[in-house]
């Protein structure tokens, strides 16, 4: 069964830094593009990362951009997003995709994990 | 960044009934567009890529078309299990974009 499991959301001050992990199984990791897109309270999903499969490129919504690092240990079969500069918008659930193989579309998603920048 | 408009934003529907909700892009996407599902307290569920391929194990009421501009999407006869939120979402490039999602509610 495929499954992506995200940790380490949680309560931040603004300012602060926080590192998410999504550890992925089930399918053959190393092959697929993985992304991280949120979703803030009440409101409607945004794409804020993706990292590719074979030589780890990535790229970023502008939203994030420089404060965001996205990475990828496929020994681990897990993905990662380091938070800094938080700020009270990056508020929201945070969840890990897989995309379709080839396809910059999300055909499975983690439970996601809760960030509140307070 | 291509924006996404969806119409309406919410409807109200029976069981049983044809729904359609349409996508706009703010320009020309060819047919890079897929459609997700999201109920209350859950993470996004794939139907749609490519404007109209359905994934796997998708129930067959669910349709997709268009290209270019305008997509929709239909749900021929709406059953309990569909009221959720619908989003569209562009993957012809980066920044991948979401539509604002359309909410449909049982009349």
């Known amino acids: 069964e495929v499954q992506l499991l995200e940790s380490g959301g949680g309560l931040v001050q603004p300012g602060g830094s926080l590192r998410l992990s999504c550890a992925a199984s089930g399918f053959t990791f190393s092959v697929y593009t993985m992304s991280w897109v949120r979703q803030a309270p009440g409101k409607g999903l945004e794409w804020v990362a993706s990292v590719s499969d074979l030589a780890g490129s990535t790229v970023y919504a502008d939203s994030v951009k420089g404060r965001f690092t996205t990475s990828r240990d496929d020994s681990k079969k897990t993905v990662y997003l380091q938070m800094n500069s938080l700020r009270a918008d990056d508020s929201a659930v945070y969840y890990c995709?897989?995309?379709?193989?080839?396809?910059?579309?999300?055909?499975?998603w983690g439970q996601g994990t809760t960030v509140t920048v307070s | 960044a291509i924006q996404l408009t969806q119409s309406p934003s919410s409807l109200s529907a029976s069981v049983g009934d044809r729904v359609t909700i349409t996508c706009r892009a703010s320009?020309?996407?060819?047919?890079?567009l897929a459609w997700y599902q999201q109920k209350l307290g859950h993470p996004p569920k794939f139907l749609i890529y490519d404007a109209s391929t359905l994934k796997s194990g998708v129930p067959s009421r669910f349709s997709g078309s268009g290209s270019g501009t305008d997509f929709t999407l239909t749900i021929s006869s709406l059953q309990p299990e569909d009221f959720a939120t619908y989003y569209c979402q562009q993957f012809n490039s980066f920044p991948l974009t979401f539509g604002g999602g359309t909410k449909v509610q049982i009349k």
């Open positions: 320009q020309g996407i060819g047919s890079a």
């Open positions: 995709a897989k995309d379709l193989g080839g396809w910059d579309v999300f055909d499975m």
